[in-house]
């Protein structure tokens, strides 16, 4: 997607907003994060490009519809849901991964020193690295998964460093591994004072965004080594359908309490219940998995896209 692409589709969702939502340019300013004037310079390049007809000529229209259905339904401050691209070999990640890259910009990009804390996946990797360079050294981003697998190979799906690179912020990692060995290594390791110290910092994150996880033999938990397959069979036996933080749930949103649970070594979600925690997340197999998300409460923002939307609408 080139700019012009990007450009029209902000104009699509500006139009759909005005001309079938009904929202007036100060409310569309607020949604989109952008000034009054950049609303009615959008409204006039969808009008230039044939955009505003009876309907929306757009495909955005759809995802805009599902947006507002999400976001009403489970109360979120924002749900963006991106439009699918038959035929692309990675569905809609690109979208996604732009889409996502413009809410983490808005923050990153003021002057005020921002702490902001980063969850781990294919579309949390690819969102930062879509964020534009740009010097902020005040910055500091902090990780609120374990960087390492039990064999000691590296998470390749964290975002921190690649972030703190493009700012030049601080970069905090958590050091050690999604699950832990056994209940004492977790304890040993929560005991330290540099996993206390990252702690403190993540506490004091204006927002997050995380990965949403599948359970299942696709699982990310189990396909880069964060879990045993036998672990994953327990947790298919206790109807686990997704993951945030590496926190196994059901499928309405409750976390299952079962020997891996005890042994997860990322911050608690209920910590983070009060800082805006917002998902990254798309595809129709994920889907189960975020509308866990959802139901849960867990979630304040969402970045997705159709085919995932769409089967949350029809579950809700």
Known sequence: MDKFEVKLDQAARAAWMSFVGGMTQDEIAQQLGISRPGVQRLLALARQEGLVKVHIDHPISA????????????????????????????????????????????????????????GTGRAVRASVEAVSRTERPQHRFVSLVGNVARDGSSNRYDGVMVLADKTGGERFLLPAPVVANSVK??????????????????????????????????????????????????????????????????????????????RVTSLPLAMLIDQPLVALAGGHDKGPAILASLRGGWLKGLVTDESAARYIVESM
């Open 63 to 118: 995802c805009m519809a599902m947006s507002k259905a999400i976001r009403d339904r489970f109360g979120l401050d924002y749900c963006d849901v991106v439009p699918a691209e038959p035929g692309a070999a990675d569905g809609s990640a690109h979208y996604l991964a732009i889409a996502a890259a413009e809410r983490i910009a808005r923050l990153v990009e003021r002057a005020e020193p921002l702490t902001l804390s980063l």
């Open 185 to 262: 290594e977790k304890d040993a390791l929560h005991a330290q004072h540099l996993f206390q110290a990252i702690t403190g910092v993540a506490r004091q994150a204006e927002a997050a965004f995380i990965g949403v996880g599948q359970i299942n033999r696709r699982a990310t938990l189990f396909q880069d080594h964060f879990i045993t397959e036998g672990e994953l069979d327990e947790l298919l036996d206790r109807q686990a359908v997704g993951e945030l933080l590496g926190w196994p749930m059901d499928a309405n949103g409750q976390l299952i309490d079962c020997s891996i649970t005890r």
